[in-house]
């Protein structure tokens, strides 16, 4: 039996299972959401731990998933990615490079850390050109690993996969024939991420999402938090609902995060694919559909934007088409992560 894709956010636990059906065709077999009870993995007790298995094991039950075999994503601020330009090696020799080059690519002790990589692109010797080989480094702390295996472990489950977060996004949203900047907007962080030709070149998060719009939203109209948040999913950024005073709260935290796209393009532009081109942004996450979200941010980058549909490649009938259109930003980490059989 395949394994289904859980994506363990801050504020929500989505699951999906999918079958394959084809070359990137699947079936979708279940899908559910439910609230998280802990808000930072890697600061929690170890009775929230259990607790979150807990949580785990009842959406399974919910969703009636039969499946034990479970494909799980870091969070990408706790993961650290790195593209890696080495010579022209084999197979063999870029793992051996990569096995005592990485320390300097990662923040953390190489020996409190699990390392993987992905060859991106081998170019070969042209001319004067050397050639050399693209390697996405991907470094994760131990002790962070081995809380999410335990927590799964906890619920009855067996680990086949881990990544990060965008790396399974990229999988469920990214066109597969041109590069992207992907923005997926969390609760508590967003992740940016250029992707080519469906390969996550650059990533970035930065410690600022949704609660941030909400929290000034509440501040500024004076109302609860939980009035502020359906202010912000209604209003959003749209300068004529309510004289334009939740855009005038939401618009200089917002802004903060357009100009880290602007950077993350320009580092990739400068210093990874000179001659590349930019045409399209996708977005994700819940403040994906936020009144006026796209329209913002075609303005200000100067740049297509669209919502990314996790579900474009998955087959469902009307009545579960309906049922998930409202949630789909929500659950674009858990397809990647469903899809990667």
Do not use: C
Not at 167 to 194: C, E, H, K
Not at 244 to 269: C, D, N, R, S, W
């Amino acid at each position: 039996m395949t394994p289904f894709g859980l994506d363990i956010g801050n504020s929500s636990i989505k699951l999906v299972h999918l079958d394959k059906k084809g070359q990137d065709k699947f079936a979708l077999l279940s899908a559910g959401i439910t609230q998280s009870t802990v808000q930072n993995v890697a600061g929690a007790l170890e009775n929230d731990l259990v607790t979150l298995s807990e949580t785990i094991k009842k959406l399974i039950a919910d969703t009636k998933v039969a499946s034990r075999d479970v494909n799980l994503s870091l969070p990408e601020s706790s993961v650290f990615t790195r593209l890696v330009q080495l010579p022209l090696l084999t197979d063999e020799e870029v793992a051996s490079a990569i096995s005592w080059q990485a320390e300097p690519y990662i923040p953390i002790p190489v020996e409190q850390a699990n390392i993987d990589y992905q060859i991106v692109e081998r170019r070969e010797v042209n001319g004067r050109d050397l050639g050399g080989v693209d390697v996405l480094l991907v470094a994760a702390p131990k002790d962070l690993v081995a809380r999410y295996l335990k927590i799964t472990k906890l619920a009855g489950l067996n680990v086949v996969n881990i990544e990060s977060d965008l790396i399974a996004l990229s999988r469920a949203i990214a066109p597969q024939t041109q590069t992207t900047v992907l923005v997926d907007v969390g609760s508590s962080s967003t992740n940016i991420g250029v992707i080519k030709s469906g390969q996550l070149m650059v990533s970035r998060s930065i410690a600022s999402g949704g609660d941030v719009l909400t929290r000034a939203v509440s501040t500024n109209l004076s109302v609860t938090p939980q009035q502020a948040e359906e202010y912000k999913k209604t209003y959003g950024l749209n300068p004529q609902a309510l004289e334009g005073k939740v855009k005038q709260a939401i618009e200089p935290a917002f802004k903060l995060i357009v100009e880290e796209i602007k950077k993350t393009i320009q580092f990739y532009k400068s210093d990874i694919r000179k001659d590349d081109q930019i045409n399209i942004v996708t977005i994700s996450g819940g403040t994906a559909g936020m009144a006026e979200t796209s329209t913002y941010l075609a303005t200000e980058l100067g740049l297509e934007v669209i919502i990314g549909d996790p579900f474009q490649k998955v087959e469902k009938n009307a009545s579960t088409s309906g049922q998930l259109q409202s949630w789909a930003p929500l659950y674009s980490v858990a397809v990647g992560l469903a899809q990667n059989i």
